[in-house]
């Protein structure tokens, strides 16, 4: 009988309270890839929010409207270093060449932030 308690023992898996298996291989990389996504997406909208920003300047867009005002309050902000990187004489130029660049930036950024997330999780 002992014999037998001992094998039972041992052939059993480890599970969960609920006697359900979980694949933690399967959870971590669900993890990582959403994270990974949302870092991605994340670049994405700031790039939106900048190029919203050019196309209301470039498209003379009344700067006293509250979503103009707001988009360029939030440009501003995730323009960085680039909002005046070339200062040519033109305003419109100006917007569209920092603030663009500013929109490359996160693309690339948040797409190389992603995939290290991507490769330091393990995610395939």
Known sequence: MAEHAESSETDEQPRTKHGVDVDWRRVKDQTV??????????GVVFAVVLVLHVIFTVGSANPDNGIVAWIRGWADTL??????????NDEKLRVLVNYGIAALFWLIASAIAARIIRRLGGAA
């Open 33 to 42: 890839g959403f994270v990974a996504g949302l870092v991605r997406w994340a």
């Open 79 to 88: 323009s960085i270093g680039f909002k005046d990187l070339f200062e040519p």
